[in-house]
């Protein structure tokens, strides 16, 4: 199994830690973000890791570089351009192996999700892509039909939508994670290039010809977000608190 790590972003929210430093080297309870991730992914059983860079980019290349990772993590260098996550995936498409999926992780998730129920609803189905979603309070949420195939994206503070969405949609929050198939990234790199571009309205594109789908987090499931000062200091109490072995 496979992972891309997403580690271009500006880290706005962050600042001022995320001035002279990328995001994914901002550390939570003493370790940076960047290995909570690769840690959580190996012991999930990735067995081969990439991570796009941008935002200080070379700072975190030399970061990974000098360590040793159990597996393979491999830099995908996008520091010319910032390619927003669907030109990030085309991207590292040739750094890929050529396997069904690969995971797309966020840095900003600190979580104890068992993959392995994923990856077994999505190899189960005939989806080309598994988006991780949860029932909480979202200003925009993704629609989806009894089915949980996807249908359609709404703003919930000023209703604009984007495809079916209406009163019997089954409506829930994207958590960042995902599980995709390389065909889909092949099919998005047809449509797009090489160009950047956000992924969720490709999604709502692919979802006229393509099955997507979503995977709920099961109840009691870890999730801690780090994305702005104020819930990473709340996640770094939440470890103090639990004991980071107990909790994650």
């Known amino acids: 199994m496979q ?26 309870a003493g370790k940076p973000l960047i290995d909570h991730a690769i840690d959580y ?12 860079v941008y935002h200080h980019g070379d700072v975190l290349k030399e970061y990974i570089e000098g360590k040793q ?4 993590v491999v830099i995908s260098d996008a ?29 900003d998730i600190l979580t104890d999700l068992s993959l392995a129920s994923l990856y077994q609803d999505h190899n189960h189905s005939d989806r080309r892509a598994t988006l991780i979603v949860q029932n909480r309070d979202s200003s925009r949420k993704l629609a989806f039909s009894e089915d949980n195939l996807l249908t359609g994206w709404m703003n919930c ?39 950047p571009f956000p992924i969720i ?23 801690l977000e780090t994305g702005s000062p104020e819930r990473l200091k709340a996640a770094e109490l939440a470890l103090q608190q639990k004991g980071k072995n107990r909790i994650l």
């Open 157 to 195: 503070k000023t209703g604009e939508s984007i495809g079916s969405v209406n009163e019997d949609s089954r409506m829930w929050a994207f958590s960042g994670i995902h599980l995709i198939d390389l065909e889909l990234i092949r099919y998005f790199q047809k449509n797009n290039g090489n160009r």
């Open 201 to 223: 309205p490709a999604y709502l594109e692919a979802s006229q010809h393509l099955q997507i789908g979503s995977y709920t987090t099961p109840e009691g499931t870890v999730w």
């Open 3 to 28: 992972a891309i790590i997403l580690a271009a972003g500006l880290g706005t929210r962050l600042k001022p830690l995320t001035d002279n430093l990328p995001k994914a080297l901002v550390r939570c």
């Open 41 to 52: 992914l190996v012991r999930q059983g990735i067995g081969y890791i990439l991570v796009n």
């Open 69 to 72: 990772y159990p597996v393979p």
């Open 79 to 107: 520091t010319a351009e910032l390619k927003d996550t669907g030109g990030a995936l085309v991207h590292a498409l040739p750094l890929m192996k050529e396997e069904r999926s690969i995971l797309i992780f966020n840095t």
